[in-house]
């Protein structure tokens, strides 16, 4: 009997301090109205305070996570942290966030693929449980993007929030899960998306941060076009190889980037809004965060057997799609009852 690895819980978390439009009319040359029609994205949120890393969302998503699904952090066997912000070079923000929840049997790693990486991670995590190696694993996308943002750069900072979700993956032989993928690279995006110094290659110094070389950068139209077409078509790729169509995909869970790339995924793929996952306009990009922020924000809308088409594009650039086929039903969710 086949094994696959099915989502059987979400958990997310956002940070309380709210970044809106009016805000960053303060702060850059920019208008409410221009980044809407832009990106939008209305608002985004922030984590404040000393010594606040990526781990502290992370670390709430997944406790919300155990304690929406009744299990416990010491039976989880594997901990994936998808990130590009990690609290420290090393150790891992998985460790991290492992060590605060009590998951003291996990082995666990952080991922980075840019804004790819939940993807990957989840594809990752999957490979443990359809070979019977693990029965619970948790895959985190967690990213406080505000620390490598630019807040005079107005063609960044308009676009990044923070924000954290995490899923549980564990075994299914009903033919729910994750049942197929398509992913990809392209080392040669490199020069239009990527973070200067901080690394191995240009280590932090006086003169990279006199000179600004710790924050995003980004030649917006090249990666607009890049985005636009690969996202859009490895979506469609996946769908039409799994023979699914407009009226059998329930769900399109789409990295929430742009509010442009995003419409133009949903048209290649031939699904009206109504299908589209959106959130953009209260996170902005949360970078990892985006797809399980997403999966939590329409938990309840969700019903067992709906089918999942998950597509994402990051920094790399790395890009690529899964087919998921939710395995349970909705319950009342005790924020709301």
Known sequence: MKITAAITGVGSYVPDYVLTNQELETLVDTTNEWILSRTGIQERHILKGENQGTSVMGIKAVEQLLAKTGNKAEDIDLLICATTTPDLVFPATANIISAAVGATKAFSFDMQAACSGFMYALATGSQFIATGTYRKVVVVGADKMSSIIDYTDRSTCIIFGDGAGAVLLEPNTEGLGLLDQELHSDGNGEQYLHQKAGGSRRPPSSETVANREHYVYQEGSAVFKFAVKNMADVAAQVAERNGLNADTIDWLVPHQANKRIIDATANRVGIGPEKVMLNIHKYGNTTNGT?????????????????????????GFTWGSLYLKWAYDPTPDPRTA
């Open 291 to 315: 797809i399980p922020l997403c999966l939590a924000d329409y938990e309840q809308q969700l019903h067992k057997g709906d089918n999942l088409i998950i597509a994402a594009f990051g920094g």
